[in-house]
């Protein structure tokens, strides 16, 4: 119980000391202690994924380079989109070049290099699989890379999914040439109008980034926006499909 005492004629109580005192000590101790469990937590994350490093250098690597995908793209700044016409490349390009995506019917068709041909399906490449198709093409690196995908179901996870892939590619490839080509058109009118939406994403995309963008599909369309008859034959098709790779060269 506290006292009282008297003090210029008036009775005051004296207060009880504080049975807590603030320990210097024990701010230390708690900071310290939270610093080992976060650095613990995260040294778990690193060593459960397998690419935790690779991501780290890779980011740092793009970082000292100048920013990134960004800093990459600068060095394609100057494209022009859709790329036009050009005086027409040998042949020998096509095996000189990479081919990503809904190739497998093309790559037999014409002389491509079996080891620079990915028929992955862009809404299930993983990232991990992503680094592996560039690391691949490192050496020798190939005289550029065409990216051709027909309309997804999912726009928007495809989308995403080739921006991460072109991201990939100019990180890790340097200034080897990015070609994406259009999707083409089908008999299906419903379908068509899909596939406008597509192309105009990917459009957007290499105007962003600094990458090539190639409309094959104009050529191939009837006045209604359909596929022409003229090219409903196979070969006709991807023989048109070639020969506007050939014929559309910005590098």
Not at 236 to 251: G, K, M, N, R
Request: aromatic share 8%; with cysteine; net charge negative.
């Amino acid at each position: 119980m506290a006292q009282k005492r008297r003090k210029h004629g008036k009775v005051e109580s004296t207060k009880g000391k504080p049975r807590l005192r603030f320990q210097p000590g024990v701010l230390v101790g708690i900071v310290a202690a939270s610093f080992v469990l976060c650095f613990a937590a995260y040294m778990v994350s690193a060593m459960s994924d397998d690419t935790y490093w690779e991501r780290e250098i890779v980011a740092e690597m793009e970082a000292e380079n100048g920013g990134g995908s960004a800093g990459k793209s600068g060095r394609h700044a100057n494209v022009t989109n859709p790329v036009p016409s050009s005086e027409r490349a040998d042949d020998s390009r096509i095996g000189a070049c990479a081919f990503i995506g809904d190739v497998a019917e093309f790559s037999t068709r014409f002389e491509t290099t079996p080891g620079l041909v990915f028929t992955d399906a862009v809404d299930s490449m993983s990232e991990s699989r992503m680094r592996s198709i560039a690391r691949s093409m490192k050496d020798p690196a190939p005289q550029a890379v065409y990216i051709w995908y027909q309309t997804p179901e999912d726009l928007e996870k495809a989308g995403d999914a080739v921006a991460e892939l072109t991201q990939t590619l100019t990180g890790q490839l340097g200034s080897v040439p990015v070609y994406i080509l259009t999707a083409t058109p089908t008999a299906d009118a419903e379908t068509n109008r899909k596939t406008d939406t597509w192309n105009a994403a990917l459009f957007s995309l290499a105007d962003e980034n600094g990458l090539h963008y190639v409309d094959i599909s104009t050529m191939l369309k009837a006045n209604d926006g359909t596929l022409s008859a003229s090219y409903t034959d196979t070969e006709v098709f991807y023989q048109t499909v070639y020969d506007q790779i050939l014929t559309h060269v910005a590098d």
